[in-house]
């Protein structure tokens, strides 16, 4: 196993990628500078914590977008799930494929964790907040999906 992967810090700028989407369309995070991003990994679609999140950021999108923010959703998924997630959940913001995980390796989001007794490596649900300019303003790992996504509004929408 290895170990978790360095974390992002407040401060710092947001590394790029380019991930494709549910829909087959590349997306990259420096072409959405001038706004704010909220970039959130979580594990694999369709499970029960990953279900709640994605709802939450559906149901909160038009307060966030109100306030000029982009969501964007990164699992391991390959972009056929994310497709079939997306439909099945009316999901109207990007979900973005790292099948390879290098994205969430690079971004903290990878590591030890135990899931019901079972310690093994995998992703690590994580919310990135990113400035207008790119840079990090707020950063959470090991985020426990309930309740999260108020909070966040909460702290971003005063």
């Known amino acids: 196993m290895i170990n978790s992967t360095e974390e992002l ?18 997306r990259t995070l420096s072409e959405l500078r001038g706004a704010p991003v909220i970039v959130y990994f979580y594990p694999a679609a ?35 799930k994310l497709a079939e997630f997306a439909e099945a959940e009316q999901l109207s913001f990007p979900l973005l494929s790292d099948e390879d995980s290098a994205v969430a390796k690079e971004w903290g989001a990878w590591g030890q964790k135990t899931v019901n007794g079972r310690t093994f490596d995998g ?36």
């Open 9 to 26: 810090e407040v401060g710092q700028k947001a590394p790029d990628f380019t991930l494709t989407d549910a829909s087959g369309t590349q």
């Open 123 to 158: 992703l690590i649900r994580t919310t990135v907040v990113i400035d207008a300019d790119g840079v990090i303003s707020s950063v959470e790992y090991n985020v426990n999906p309930e309740g999260h996504v108020a909070r966040l509004r909460d702290e971003l929408l005063k």
């Open 46 to 80: 369709f499970t029960p914590g990953c279900t709640t999140e994605a709802c939450d950021f559906r149901d909160n999108l038009g307060s966030f977008q109100g306030a000029g923010y982009t969501v964007l959703g990164i699992s391991p998924d390959p972009v056929s």
